[in-house]
């Protein structure tokens, strides 16, 4: 049988302002990545969704950003790798600090937006994302693109690792994701987005935007809590999970 983790990305709504469906979504996922504060979150939505995760026996990860509110740390910064260093250990020490008042473990870290996206073509930066996880706890996985720069610091510094896919982005030629700006970059079909996944999952090849077959390693797969189909297209997505038999099981420990 195939194995495969499903992520969502929650806890991003700040103070009045309410972002997704968390409360709705998190039955249907296996890991939730937790938004520490910087481009997203509060301490009172943190501390919730740390206690929403614990009580359906979520894995909890921390997802950590570039301090950008008003941008939902989706815009480029400047930051050095030093900086980021201390950025993703400081978000990290946050939501730490929920999971033991709730007595559960940290279980992942997968960075944020930009930071992601910036960390998985940056060979000094992605450095810098895996020297930060491990230096606070080399327990923890790095979730990180499939094929990206993060994925092969976190090998070379033996902290483990797992590949994620999407199952509504676009993906370009040399497996990174297709930025939002450009036409084409989300999968708004949602029959389409599953027969992509499933072939991820199975096939471990997805097709490019450009109609190029590029290989993958699906570990876990990302999907989006905060669009109104969201609740609606996670459902979809299990059951087609079951029809494939495809379980959906939390990464464990041991990824290399």
Known sequence: MYKIDLNCDLGESFGTYKLGMDDQVIPYISSANIACGFH???PLVMSDTVKLAARFHTAVGAHPGYPDLVGFG????????????????????ALESFCRANGISMHHVKPHGAMYNMAGKDEALAQAVA?????????????????????????KLG????????AD???????????????????????????????????QKVTSIHGKDIP????????????????TFVKK?????DKEHILVETFQP???
């Open 40 to 42: 997203a979150s509060d």
């Open 74 to 93: 989706r815009r480029n910064m400047n930051a050095s790798p030093k900086e980021v260093r201390a950025m993703i250990q400081y978000q990290i020490g």
């Open 131 to 155: 020297e930060a996880v491990y230096e606070v706890n080399p327990d923890l996985i790095l979730l990180a693109l499939s094929g990206s720069k993060m994925i092969d610091a976190a090998r």
């Open 159 to 166: 902290l483990r690792a797992a590949s994620e896919v999407f």
């Open 169 to 203: 982005r676009a993906y370009e030629d040399d497996g990174s994701l297709v930025p939002r700006s450009k036409e084409g970059s989300m999968i708004t079909d949602e029959n389409l987005a599953i027969e992509r996944v499933i072939r991820m999952v199975k096939e």
């Open 216 to 231: 993958i390693q699906a570990d876990s797969v990302c999907v989006h809590g905060d669009g109104p189909k969201a609740l």
């Open 237 to 241: 997505l299990r059951e087609a999970f």
């Open 254 to 256: 041991g990824l290399r």
